[in-house]
């Protein structure tokens, strides 16, 4: 897997933000937090990850160069507010994206709060493989998925039919494309 290098100037404008959003936190809750440390080695899909143990913020570098000003202006503040969550609250009975995350977002760090991204995912979106059923339903199996099904070590089922997934026929025009 080749290592993304983000820029300078980006991790820059990231930790400028953590920061900023770190002591409005702060100042409205009356308490000390210490600094989360940054990762910039979420991959896949997944804009950004907060691990609540490691006090650590996890940053998916194609997304953050792909849509530099959105992205830090609402994962980080998302991520940091799921470790502010539990510093405050604990673990305990809180839901991921639960009333006291939409308070800490909203109230105590001034951003919309938002559960997901927006956006566009074309660049970091793995390979899948098309399966279908009894149902006739087509199914994307990630490859490592449909790696365990040609190993035999796997079976996935249609959530609709029940039947095992069996991988689709390519047609011939469609495997030379």
């Given at each position: 897997m080749k290592t993304i290098r983000v820029p300078i100037f980006l991790q820059q404008r990231v930790m400028s933000t953590l920061r900023e959003?770190?002591?409005?936190?702060?100042?409205?809750?009356?308490?000390?937090?210490p600094e989360p440390k940054l990762n910039y080695k979420q991959r896949g899909t997944t804009a950004g990850s907060a691990y609540l143990k490691e006090w650590e913020i996890r940053i998916n570098p194609i997304l953050l160069i792909e849509n530099t000003h959105l992205f830090i202006d609402e994962v980080v503040p998302h991520e940091l507010a799921h470790l502010l969550v539990f510093k405050?609250?604990?673990?305990?009975?809180?839901a991921p994206h639960g009333k006291e995350w939409k308070w800490m977002m909203?109230?105590?760090l001034e951003v919309d709060a938002n559960r997901t991204h927006r956006f566009s995912v074309a660049t970091v979106k793995s390979k899948t493989f098309n399966y279908t059923c009894a149902c006739k339903t087509t199914h994307e199996l990630t490859i490592r998925r449909h790696n365990k099904v040609m190993r035999g070590e796997n079976q996935y089922l249609c959530r609709r039919c029940g039947e095992i997934l069996k991988p689709k026929e390519v047609s011939a025009a469609t495997a030379e494309n």
């Open positions: 959003k770190l002591a409005l936190a702060e100042q409205k809750l009356k308490q000390a937090f405050v609250f604990g673990r305990q009975g809180i909203q109230h105590v």
